[in-house]
T-cell receptor
Framework: GESVGLHLPTLSVQEGDNSIINCAYSNSASDYFIWYKQESGKGPQFIIDIRSNMDKRQGQRVTVLLNKTVKHLSLQIAATQPGDSAVYFCAENLSGTASKLTFGTGTRLQVTL | EPEVTQTPSHQVTQMGQEVILRCVPISNHLYFYWYRQILGQKVEFLVSFYNNEISEKSEIFDDQFSVERPDGSNFTLKIRSTKLEDSAMYFC?????????FGPGTRLLVL
């Protein structure tokens, strides 16, 4: 039968506000995490990464927080802009060396003017 | 900034036909990957390739799939006999170590 697409959770944010996108990862052995942004029809674009020996990492307008106790990752975007509208995926890497990434379901961020 | 490139951007094929998707990874990267994304779904790992051999593959990557690095710059994914359910975006990716960079994708449509 026809496969049904996932219903992505959607976060709607006003331009200029801060956005927080959450992700629950599955494997406690994962030790490297990446946030990707995907615009319609394009490939995943790297935003920021974090290793499991850290609980926070900051980039330009973005911050990733890692809570290993509850296996939770969040991406904070400061002063959200219309160009931030996209689907955001977290991905986990089990081995810590180059290996496969396991992607989360994704969250659609809609920035309203 | 160097990018992963992929060709073609779109491919339409008949069921049962062979397709080859092509990629040029970032030049100093050592690890190469193929992922796919069925419309509306999440990105799924297919295969990783290092030192001229497959290092890991998923259950999706069955005998119909193969990868090759025919020369020093290209990395290809071949699907021998396409099925309707192979219709998806196929992303090539590469990394120096853990930071994986993705290409723009090839949209494959199997009719």
């Amino acid at each position: 039968g026809e496969s049904v697409g996932l219903h992505l959770p959607t976060l709607s944010v006003q331009e200029g506000d801060n956005s927080i996108i959450n992700c629950a990862y599955s494997n406690s052995a994962s030790d490297y995490f990446i946030w990707y942004k995907q615009e319609s029809g394009k490939g995943p674009q790297f935003i920021i990464d974090i290793r499991s020996n850290m609980d926070k990492r900051q980039g330009q307008r973005v911050t990733v927080l890692l809570n290993k106790t509850v296996k939770h990752l969040s991406l904070q975007i400061a002063a959200t802009q219309p160009g931030d509208s996209a689907v955001y995926f977290c991905a986990e890497n089990l081995s810590g060396t180059a290996s496969k990434l396991t992607f989360g379901t994704g969250t659609r961020l809609q920035v309203t003017l | 900034e160097p990018e992963v490139t992929q060709t073609p951007s779109h491919q339409v094929t008949q069921m049962g036909q062979e397709v080859i998707l092509r990629c040029v990874p970032i030049s100093n990267h050592l690890y190469f990957y193929w992922y796919r994304q069925i419309l509306g779904q999440k990105v799924e790992f297919l295969v990783s390739f290092y030192n001229n051999e497959i290092s890991e593959k998923s259950e999706i990557f069955d005998d119909q799939f193969s990868v090759e690095r025919p020369d020093g710059s290209n990395f290809t994914l071949k699907i021998r006999s396409t099925k309707l359910e192979d219709s998806a975006m196929y992303f090539c990716a590469s990394s120096e170590e853990t930071l994986v960079r993705f290409g723009p994708g090839t949209r494959l449509l199997v009719l």
